[in-house]
């Protein structure tokens, strides 16, 4: 038999995305280093009609030219060592695919390695989880364009589909933009969860709302303007009880994980220079989390004094609640757009920022109708510098800073932490100021080290003898 692609790693997503491909009338076949992860999921595949090849080379030979294989393995020194084996097989116009969690400079490396004996390599940002990768993922692949082309019917096949029936996949751009995006994708999915997080910790300390309560509020939430999965799945997570009849969330331990993609972003920020306050702050709310003994210690020491609010504010306070969350969540989305515009520029990649809002509108993780508005805004104006000089999100944040002004005043007040929430509000609280308070920084650093400064009066460059 000659198959139409290969999948190269049968942990879940490979697994996954194999059967996908399948189901999408695609003769897929698949290949693992480990024999025992061969057998193991032989029957499992059988039945969705994807074969397992016994050896690497059968695998390559059984393949459609040129080639196209999709590599899904653990992400840096073992998707170079599986490159490194599949490579020799291979040849001009084949084309590697990798599906991980990969840095894009990595991807950009081994594209640029590759490329010179005539191989393509497509960095393919993959997301969803598995669930995405079984019944439709969104997919960012960066590489080669004629690559690209090639692979583009099964691509487009599997995909999650908008609500107007198009795939959530789209063309990002050369070498590593696709991991790229997904790296950017990743960190503002942790200043949602973050965003989200918080609000249920200010329902729960300051409302003195039940878990039920707050799944409900939820509920209502992901109605409106805030429809998204990661709303969605916060109100089941609230009303879920274990067999016991516990909810499963109040026995979670608060020591929140990560495996990098969300610090990668943040780097990436102090690399370009671009504000990502709301992103850098969700990552070391994470790394805060996970000092359980040290908060133990200072929380000891301190005491906290975290006041409920009266029950008359609840209505008026939870109302404020949804607005301030939902311009939080759009400063988030100015940072992670503005960061990408700047990549676009710096590694010459011409990302179609409104496309990429597009393929996430579906299949992610950060899935939410919301997106079109930020396609919108770029179709309005592709050369738009950040999302807050849009009309529609100049409205949104105009008619509801107030309501996070108060929301941050009451967690102040009432001692409840909410560091993404007053990270927003300080970025567009300094953002709208023509003159911010950094002469007073370059005053000092002329002060002490004669770095010099500009003025407003005069052009040039100016040195003061300050003693
Ligand atoms: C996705 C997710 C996924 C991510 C995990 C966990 O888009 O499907 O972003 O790629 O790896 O959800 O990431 P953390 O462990 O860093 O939270």
Redesign the pocket.
């Given at each position: 038999m000659i198959y139409d692609i290969g999948v190269v790693g049968l942990g879940v997503m490979g697994t996954n995305i194999a059967k996908n491909m399948s189901r999408n009338g695609f003769k897929v076949v698949t290949f693992d280093f480990f024999e025992d992860v061969r057998e193991n999921r032989m029957t499992e595949l059988k039945e969705e009609n994807v074969d397992i090849a016994s050896s690497l080379e059968n695998f390559i030979e059984s393949l459609k030219k040129p080639r196209n294989i999709l590599l899904l393995v653990k992400a840096g020194e073992v998707t170079d060592k599986t490159i490194e084996q599949i490579a020799p097989y291979l040849g001009e116009g084949d084309t590697l695919i990798d599906g991980g969690?990969e840095q894009y400079e990595n991807t950009r490396r081994r594209n640029m390695q590759l490329t010179e004996k005539g191989i393509n390599f497509i960095g393919m940002g993959?997301?969803?989880?598995e669930e995405?990768a079984l019944n439709g993922p969104s997919l960012m692949p960066g590489g080669q364009r004629k690559a690209y082309d090639n692979v583009s019917g099964i691509l487009e096949k599997i995909a999650a589909k908008a609500d107007d029936g198009k795939p959530c996949v789209t063309y990002i751009g050369e070498d590593g933009s696709g991991h790229y995006v997904?790296m950017i994708?990743?960190g503002i999915?942790?200043a949602d969860m973050e965003l989200i997080a918080e609000s249920y910790y200010f329902m729960k300390h300051g409302l003195n709302m039940s878990n039920d309560e707050m799944s409900a509020v939820f509920d209502e939430w992901n109605q409106g303007d805030l429809n998204s999965y990661l709303i969605e799945i916060t109100a089941r997570i609230l009303e879920f009880k274990d067999d016991a009849g516990n909810y499963i969330i109040d026995l979670i331990l608060d020591k929140a994980?990560?495996?990098?993609?969300?610090k990668w972003t943040g780097i990436e920020g102090l690399k370009l220079g671009i504000p990502l306050s709301l992103i850098t702050d969700s990552v070391f709310v994470r790394c805060l989390s996970s000092l359980v003994e040290e908060r133990a210690l200072i929380s000891e020491a301190y005491q906290s004094e975290m006041n409920s609010l009266s029950p008359e504010q609840k209505d008026s306070v939870l109302e404020d609640l949804k607005n301030a969350l939902y311009i939080s969540k759009l400063m988030s989305y100015s940072q992670g757009f503005r960061l990408l515009r700047e990549a676009s520029e710096i590694y010459n990649w011409n990302l179609q920022l409104g496309e990429i809002s597009m393929i996430w509108r579906k299949g992610?993780?950060i899935r939410a109708q919301f997106l079109e508005e930020i396609n919108r805004a770029y179709e309005n104006d592709p050369a738009l510098t950040n999302l807050l000089l849009d009309d529609y999100f100049r409205n949104v944040v105009k008619s509801s800073h107030p309501s996070l002004r108060r929301i941050g005043v009451l967690a102040i007040e009432n001692e409840i932490p909410m560091p993404a929430f007053l990270s927003a509000l300080s970025y567009f609280d300094s953002m709208k100021q023509e003159r911010v308070s950094s002469n007073m920084i370059q005053a000092q650093r002329d002060y002490f080290g004669a770095h010099t400064y500009e003025r407003l009066d005069k052009p040039g460059v100016f040195h003061t003898e300050w003693q």
């Open positions: 969690n993959v997301s969803g989880g995405g997904k994708h990743n999915e942790y994980g990560q495996k990098g993609t969300g992610c993780i």
